[in-house]
């Protein structure tokens, strides 16, 4: 109780310090540049790759990346119109569309993610994270993905400690320090906390959640620049294409400043890369009767 304590205070203090590593989006000019609001995780890279290596200005797209370390943060300035649109998950999308919200869904794609336990943590399988602290993000794939985790040993969501930490950074950092049990984590996250002693006890993939990622836009501002907006996929498949060809060393030239992890190499095991998908409504089945069973939509 005293560590659950302490984990929650601790997200309280995060929660107040910023995590946006870009020009404030507020001062955007809203007839210049579009705004993507992203994480600096793998699901993200061809987005940065697009933008370093000029992708993005090759094909006509005017686009300012504002890099986020917590999702709950990208999650408001993208809720209060603050960006443009995000790279986010499935989960939310969901949520927010029940919500009332009007969004257009240009793509999907992977997302990565892994069960990391302490370095300490004694636990050997899934069956043993019964009553353990598992930190996460609420309301998002990482939630999801804890309950079919628990599901497939016949385990409830109750049955588990989740509290919420929204840093990547952090969350990883405390796992490593043993502060609690385990962590939901996204790569390149994950695998900079297994070189430090964490373990993996299972993936996303293992569970065959796939084509998680989905990047959202307003609708109002999709309306007005359609056009623009609908070539982020192509510019998106540009940069996977090319990042599945150049898997040397070169790639760390153009490697985007906002992961700071001190392993850039890691990235090279999660090559190749996968094409984007066209969203269809099937996607979202198993979701929609998720977040219906938790109370978030009706």
């Known amino acids: 109780m005293q560590k659950l304590f302490y984990i929650l205070s601790l997200s309280l203090l995060i929660g107040l310090a910023g995590s946006c590593h870009s020009t404030d989006p507020v ?5 210049t540049a579009l705004t993507l609001g ?4 793998m699901e993200c890279l061809p987005f940065y790759y697009a933008d370093s290596m000029g992708i993005f200005d090759s094909l006509g797209i005017d686009i300012h990346l504002v890099t986020f370390d917590a999702a709950m943060d990208a999650d408001t ?10 790279v986010t998950d499935m989960v939310k999308a969901c949520v927010w569309e029940g919500e009332g ?9 992977d997302l990565n ?9 004694r636990l050997l399988n899934v069956e043993s994270v019964k009553e353990k602290i598992i930190g996460i993000t609420r309301n998002s794939f990482a939630d999801y993905f804890t309950d079919r985790i628990l599901s497939s040993v016949n385990l409830q969501s109750i049955d588990l400690n ?3 930490i929204n840093n990547i950074r952090i969350r990883t950092l405390m796992v490593n320090q043993n502060q609690y049990d385990g962590a939901l984590l996204p790569e ?3 695998n900079e906390a297994v070189a430090r002693g964490a373990k993996r006890l299972t993936g996303s993939k293992d569970l065959h959640l796939n084509n998680m990622m989905c990047v959202l ?8 620049r359609k056009t623009e907006i609908d070539k982020i996929r192509k510019a998106y498949d540009k940069a996977v294409k090319a990042l599945n060809i150049d898997t040397t060393s070169r790639v760390l030239e153009y490697f985007p400043q906002a992961y700071r992890i001190e392993i850039p190499d890691s990235l090279y095991m999660y090559l190749p890369l996968s094409p984007s998908i066209t969203p269809h409504d099937s996607m979202m089945a198993d979701v929609k009767q998720w977040a219906k069973g938790r109370g978030l939509i009706k």
């Open 27 to 31: 001062e955007k000019d809203r007839s």
């Open 38 to 41: 992203v994480l600096p995780t």
């Open 113 to 121: 993610m892994w069960l990391i336990t302490a370095p300490k943590a």
């Open 162 to 164: 989740k509290p919420q």
């Open 217 to 224: 836009f307003g609708d109002s501002i999709y309306q007005t």
């Open 101 to 109: 919200d009007s969004l257009q869904m240009v793509m999907t794609g």
């Open 77 to 86: 300035a993208f809720k209060n119109q603050l960006i443009d649109g995000i």
């Open 188 to 190: 390149p996250f994950a």
